[in-house]
């Protein structure tokens, strides 16, 4: 399982380009079935343009279990609690 540490990935973590960039490496992963580890670190703060373009549009096009087969999650407490509180709001409100 490779690890995709996400200040190496995207120059930040507030814009839609940049989601755009994490979004292609996600369903690369996805594609050539290599789950991988992606760690954020605790002074990266993910907006929500971010997280549309990148995890919403993973689990738009591909589903929540196979975000869950595909990516794993390293950070700090705070950072798992947005990502996991964002995963549950796409799901209740997109019905994925």
């Given at each position: 399982?490779?690890?995709?540490?996400l200040?190496?990935?995207?120059?930040?973590?507030?814009?839609?380009?940049?989601?755009?960039?994490?979004?292609?490496?996600?369903?690369?992963?996805?594609l050539?079935?290599?789950?991988?580890?992606?760690q954020?670190?605790?002074?990266?703060?993910?907006?929500?343009?971010?997280?549309?373009?990148?995890?919403?549009?993973?689990?738009?096009?591909?589903?929540?279990?196979?975000?869950?087969?595909?990516?794993?999650?390293?950070?700090?407490?705070?950072?798992?609690?947005?990502?996991?509180?964002?995963?549950?709001?796409?799901?209740?409100?997109?019905?994925?």
């Amino acid at each position: 399982m490779n690890i995709l540490i996400l200040k190496d990935v995207v120059i930040n973590s507030s814009s839609n380009e940049e989601g755009t960039v994490l979004f292609e490496k996600l369903e690369e992963a996805y594609l050539s079935n290599n789950p991988l580890i992606l760690q954020v670190g605790s002074d990266m703060s993910m907006s929500s343009s971010f997280l549309n373009t990148s995890i919403g549009l993973f689990l738009e096009k591909y589903g929540l279990d196979n975000f869950k087969k595909t990516v794993k999650f390293k950070g700090s407490k705070n950072q798992f609690l947005r990502l996991s509180d964002y995963i549950d709001k796409f799901n209740e409100l997109y019905l994925i």
